[in-house]
């Protein structure tokens, strides 16, 4: 049996840039005195690359939980990289050393850690969360390139373990001045793995698309329940209606109808 | 043990607690997280005759204490379900409601017809779902056009009939008076409330449909009221939904009239709450010496 | 400076802002706190011919982002409001609407005669009250219950009429239609919806009336698609309201067809909010670049 | 114009007790600085014994603020004693030093202070917040008989300045075992005041109109504006309905009309 939401403890939460956080969370010492609990879920949080958890730092409103993707786990330790858009990352941006919050998962269907050859990851703003954690996780010559709306943020993170690095920002602020799909060249690469805007991913996979080199894309949908019942996350594919919270958030981006 | 049984249309549930249809699949995905032994039933997400891919756009819109939802009905036929769904779910030791929509009577009537030869325990009849004109809202607003429907599909079926009633009825009492003269078993109440949101800046409702159905805490107090209401104006049973979130709002619920409750929007926000619920009325009934529920189903 | 300015029934508000009935008393606290002379306009308490002592036991009752209320039209009668109230009123440079409940025909026509000859700017007739028989909800259910008191009052009132409809209505398009038919001048809605909460411990509803009427944010989502519907089916101006927060939620409603817009729980929240959502809205228009809320109203 | 919701700062919030906190608050620095506003009101929290503030330590959920105290100020900081009995208390309880919240106030009317002579100062658990604040303020001779269920606290506090302290306590943990009622003998004084459960000041009320002793009770009631326009707090007195919030929360005890 999984286990229903259960309790973190907010280690660190620190503000990276404007809106933008890096969130480290312990398991709650509850969890870890419950013996009924399996020894793996006592010791700490779990989770792939593409992986996320559904995340509440608040009672009952907002209502819903917050899906937020892996962005490292080390020591049981979990870290999220998240950016501050509406109200629920608001709050989650005011929480403090100690404070607690309640999580779920991990929960959807991450990469293929199996992927040969030379990658290219490419991420838009907080989009490099999932990417890290890859990226973190994987062996292969790897060269990462993210793009940021201002100032850049998290490079050291991004850095290890990488080959090249190559940013973009819009406003000039750093890097080249634009977007990252003006940097990138796909022939280099054997396979693609994105996260961000949908419009950035969207205009990869056409590029990719051209030069047939799978795209790897890390969905973002609105989510109600992300373990797959309430059919809210739904994106067309030409397999059919996929779950983004379920057979998803990683997708092949050949298969997804983008809506216009 | 507390003895939290209860029997409605010639069914035995083990407890009162029933998974509310569209908002647990055809139960899978919460069993990862539960037995589904622990509980009274389960209503499949609503099915139509035809596999539905459901509607476009956003589906899922978050409101104060709610959500408002429209999606459209996806789900994968009757036959899809029976052939794909079923098997699973006769294995759960649960009791099973199949929750039907349909957009033109012949179709509620084939729909219900294929379900007669299945291990289901019973039909949901939902003329109800805002979401799609196939949901059967239409049906559910005026009693005369209820019983019309739920007289033809009692004709046809074979076994117990649950008809859910939308709380955008004209009159809920009419409406539910008409459902169980056209031979109703019970009563399943509310639906989603037909709703509305706007985006003040793209200057468009949310939703590609314009109007969506509202679920959640928000309704919590309308729903009680309705229940109550009906369960004043019909003598056949009643499952009680809206806004339940926990065990007290459940035992709300029964004490306005209702015999089983079913719980929806709250299986978003933790996926073992109705297993939570059931914990928490045995152990209401226990503090409180409650022996069973007839004890206080309809005290106030 | 932006132009808010909206004329509706002859009547010219300087903003589309108003405080809600039984929300903001008179006036004369919430005047503590900002000048009144920010606001569109003013509803009254509800008014009833005689004064009233209001209901007993639990009178205000918290729920999932709303609250229900049961106070029974607590007020001064129509001859101390006149004495009492409205000298203060009168100074404060905003329009005044002079809410009126009642029980039966005769008394809504004597108290709307007794108004004709003050300095009130508006009637607002309240045919939706759900907590005592003299607030007039039996009126409010059916469309032709409405236009015959609608038609009464129309004959003898010498102000520009409003009729506030409630959302317990058996259909509100129909309602509104007759209520347009029978001389209204203009509608607002919604009123509570008719909701019912228990004491599980004591086995008791909350409230000595059983049922009371619900508000808040909660509602917002149905008060909104009311008011983008009515407003489709007759050609006389809205006045919208229901569960508005913020300076968002009132252009939703304007954006769903509202003329003017309410607020009313919300003043318990914040007793500057009325003001807040006036400042909201010009800083709206003036980021959006619109320079009349014509351009937006019912845009969806 | 008074000020509408101002943000306060926890400054401490400790427990004493079972479910019993004292929690200190500080203005928020956005008054000082805002020249707008009043002097009195950018220096510090007002406000007479008797009355109250609205207190909001959440966003909406609860929707409505809840009413507390005033049970002392001084420096303009504001102390509140409060119980947890619910939804609303329990989150006010978790606050840390440091945290905001939204305050309205100060409400309602409070204790006349010119009260000559001997008085007797009545409490029921957490109702002795606003007597402590009264008896801070008066230098009239005094008793103080302090009801509890189980463990006595802030005894320091209320032994300050006052002639003699009385303690009960129900399960007999400390002082008489009993109700304070039982202790307190009306004769000797020419006011009393009291603030505690409704049934005993209604008692309190029965005993002292035998021997013709004016009680001036605090009443407690559901609250949502906390300013005289919902009309929910009221209570029946000789003289009509009046709101506990504006012309209450202080009253004369022999004009309540208690509800059975
Ligand atoms: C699998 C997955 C992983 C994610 N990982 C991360 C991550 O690692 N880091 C990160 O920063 N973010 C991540 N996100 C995005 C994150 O979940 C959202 O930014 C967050 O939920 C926003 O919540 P909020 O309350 O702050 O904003 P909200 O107030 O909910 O909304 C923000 C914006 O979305 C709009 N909106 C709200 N609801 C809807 C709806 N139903 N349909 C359309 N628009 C709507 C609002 O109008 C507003 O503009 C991830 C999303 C998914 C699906
Ligand atoms: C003027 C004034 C001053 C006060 N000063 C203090 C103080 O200094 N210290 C202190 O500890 N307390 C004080 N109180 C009491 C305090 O306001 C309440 O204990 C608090 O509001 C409870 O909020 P809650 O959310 O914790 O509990 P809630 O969850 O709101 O409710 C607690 C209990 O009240 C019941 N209840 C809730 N709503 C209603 C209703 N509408 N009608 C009847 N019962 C209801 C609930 O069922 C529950 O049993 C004061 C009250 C007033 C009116
Ligand atoms: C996402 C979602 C999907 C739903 N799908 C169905 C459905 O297919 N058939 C049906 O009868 N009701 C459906 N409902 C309505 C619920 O079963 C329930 O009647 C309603 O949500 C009110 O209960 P709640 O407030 O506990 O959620 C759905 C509700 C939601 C939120
Ligand atoms: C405490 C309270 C008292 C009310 N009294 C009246 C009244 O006297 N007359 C009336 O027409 N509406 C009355 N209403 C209804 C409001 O004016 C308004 O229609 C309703 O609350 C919905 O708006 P809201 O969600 O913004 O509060 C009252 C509402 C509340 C909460
Ligand atoms: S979030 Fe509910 S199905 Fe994906
Ligand atoms: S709390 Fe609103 S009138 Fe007293």
Redesign the interface.
Known sequence: ?????RRGIVHTNIQLATDVYEMKLMPHGDNNRDTSLRIEDRLGFQGNPGQFYMLRG????????RPISICNISNGMVTFLYEVVGKGTRMMSEL?AGDTLEL?GPLGTGFDLELGGRLALISGGAGMAPLIYLKNRLENDMDFYCGFQSEPYYIDEIEKGVDNIYITTEDGSAGHRGFVTELFTPERYDTVITCGPTPMMKEIVKICGKHDIPVYMSMES????G????????V?TTS??LRVC?EGPVQLGKEVVF?D | MIDMRIQICGVEFKNPVIAASGTFGFGRENAEYFPLSKLGGISSKGLTLNKKDGNRGTRIYETASGIMNSIGLQNPGIDGFIKDELPFMEKQDTIILANVGGSTLDEYIVSVDKLNDTNIDMIELNISCPNVKEGGMAFGIKAKTAYEVVAAVREICRKPLIVKLSPNAENMMEMAESCAKAGADGLSLVNTFNALAIDIYSRKPVFNNITAGLSGPCIKPIALRMVYEVSKAVDIPIIGLGGIMDHEDAIEFIMAGAHCIQVGTANFIEPTISMDIVDGIAKFMKDEGIKSLDEIRGVI
Do not use: F, N, S, V
């Open positions: 049996m999984k286990q229903g939401y608040w009672q009952l409103d907002p209502l819903l939980a403090k779920l609105h989510m109600a329940c373990i797959g019942t309430c059919l809210g996350c739904t067309e059919g209606i379920r809506d």
